[in-house]
């Protein structure tokens, strides 16, 4: 008999609900979710397939895989030998070297449920906050401008604001690709309300085509745009004075800064013209709603911290916030990169976004969990993770659902750290991913499809994700693998004493949650696995006694700061972290296909999906190609100071002379190297502690 589950989408951010057809134990078919309100029905190409995906089930992980030494190759073995190495190994490091001699690097790809167990694990049970995930990469930037700017993690806009918005900035987001359902919905919005679009990419990407004003700055150069265009409203009058005197602080010293960004001096830092800057500003400011859409452009920066700070300020300065259609709006790259802040499973928060070096905080989380006190010591972010793994600092990792032999910055840096650890444990649903070579012990997940619990896309909105059919093979749900670690640590390490983890199911870790986020900003007491199922997914804040999430934040002009106002900052423009020079050239440039997500280890198993974009390959400007004699398929090798690959050579416009790009998809399945990541820079930006993604100096040379 064939059933219907509703779930949702396991790729990016917009989190799309899908209908999952499944029929003796198999999935048959996906459609997008009609009732769901992030996309009405929608779904892009990866959405579509997912069932294909599904079906295939080559290069599953699928037991629980074992090594007693380096040399050895992994064998087989039963899920209680696995579980019991596991906790031994990682208890008796905490005995002989502290517990922050161990570390976590967990996923955006896994469900709140999984997330909350893990970072109770490393925060409550063994007392480090060296838990880190891959949202690091992707929005740490975004989070931490948020926190400074207005107090609070979180988006103050929701997807409706799409459709009412009357000047859309998208910078550093090629939405068509990265966030294809809600580009839909903003081109119909384009359509039916005429609403301008200005696109701010150093690329003419497929969003920046469509774009009313494409601004193709020179890599970086944001910041500098940003406080070009503030600089146009403060002298046109363009501000909100009454706004900024009532809800925000900071203005005096941000309008000193931006006094010396007159447009021309700005255009010119930019690589754009002078009259393209201000028509922008002008566009932005006199717009009655403004909202900005962007993402990795400016959050995978050594700057991007003050990208999104100086994006913000445009924001204030305007009052383009807290409006219907107003307000500054990060995309989530991952689906779930929200669901973990919420839980506070990343190195440098606590739960339910509070701080850790806020005692207070720290005493309540404690309190809560029943344990005596939690570490004040921060946390490793991912790069430095992965730095003190390979130094030794770091004696045992335990990686979930992420491969960062792929994914991380400097590749030779981070296969050096696994090499050198004592111990590396890694829990997949894939078998055969970049950082499966280097595991110790193979933990095999379940994945879409078979994993049930929640997400929180973009616009904060909590869904369900359901299971239509059962794992294959042993693997097993993420949660209840870091319980059974969980409680086995415990034995070690605090025995005789009640479990912390006494779940039974993924619901009863959720319900753990919310309790702990009571009084917070993303308050949810309110919300419940019935109420979900009943009222379908909800945006938070929704805390107790209220029946719907909030749409908007901000809406009064209270601000989430102590002082309930917003604050300005004032940010200077910085120059790359790596500058070109006459060794290495080029601009590299990185970004994401449409048809592929990631490392490609689910999108990478389907043909239909490489149609689009069959290969690998560097995009060149036909001047710079011609300029060295290089032709379309040329092999060319391209270096960095840390690592280089090899790509065939693809001519093309769509970058400006002295730049290059590469997608960010292509790992060791496809290419004799990690991708493009080989030549990535580990530098990260010093507030958020993410990395420069999205740029690096290089040379191009034949192979
Ligand atoms: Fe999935 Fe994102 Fe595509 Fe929606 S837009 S179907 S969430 S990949």
Sequence with gaps: ????????????????????????????????????????????????????????????ALYPELRLSRDAQRQRTDWDSALDTVAARFAGIVQQHGPDAVAFYVSGQLLTEDYYVFNKLAKGLIGTNNIDTN?????????????????????????????????????????????????RRLEAAKAARGAKWIVVDPRRTDTAALADLHLQIQPGTDVALFNGMLHHLIW???????????HTEGFAALKALVRDYTPRMAAEICGILEADLIQAAELFGRSPASLSLYCMGLNQSAHGTDKNLALINLHLASQQIGRPGAGPFSLTGQPNAMGGREVGGMATMLAAHRDIQNPEHRAEVARFWGVERLSDIPGTPAVALFDALKSGQIKAVFIACTNPAHSMPDLNTVREALQTAEFVVLQEAFAHTDTAAYADVLLPASSWGEKVGTVTNSERRISRVRAAVAAPGEARHDWWIATEVARRMEMLLRPGLPTLFPYADPESVFNEHRALTVGRDLDIAGLSYALLEQAGPQQWPLPQGQLHGQARRYTDGVFATASGQAKFHATPYKPLAEPTNARYPFHL???????????????????????????????????????????????LRVSSKRGQLVLPLQISDEVSSGSVFAAMHWNGQFLNSGGINEASIGKVDGKSFQPELKHAAVRVEPA
């Design 1 to 60: 008999m064939k059933t219907i589950t509703k779930s949702t989408c396991c790729y990016c951010g917009v989190g799309c609900g899908v209908l999952i057809e499944s029929e003796n134990g198999q999935i048959i078919g996906v459609q997008g979710d009609p009732d769901h309100p992030a996309n009405f029905g929608r779904l892009c190409t990866k959405g579509l397939t997912l069932a294909q995906t599904a079906q295939s089930q080559t290069g599953r």
């Design 135 to 183: 949202s690091r990469l992707c929005m740490s930037s975004s989070v931490t401008a948020y926190k400074l700017a207005l107090g609070a993690d979180g988006p103050p806009t929701c997807y409706e604001d799409l459709e009412l918005a009357d000047c859309v900035l998208l910078a550093g987001s090629n939405m068509a690709y990265a966030h294809p359902v809600l580009f």
């Design 236 to 246: 046109e009058g363009l501000i909100a004075a009454d706004y900024i005197a009532a």
């Design 589 to 635: 440039l990185t970004g994401r296909l449409r048809d592929q997500w990631h490392g490609m280890s689910r999108t990478g198993r389907l043909p239909q999906l490489f149609s689009h974009t069959p290969e690998p390959s560097l995009s060149m400007h036909p001047l710079d190609a011609e300029r060295r004699g290089f032709k379309a398929g040329d092999l």
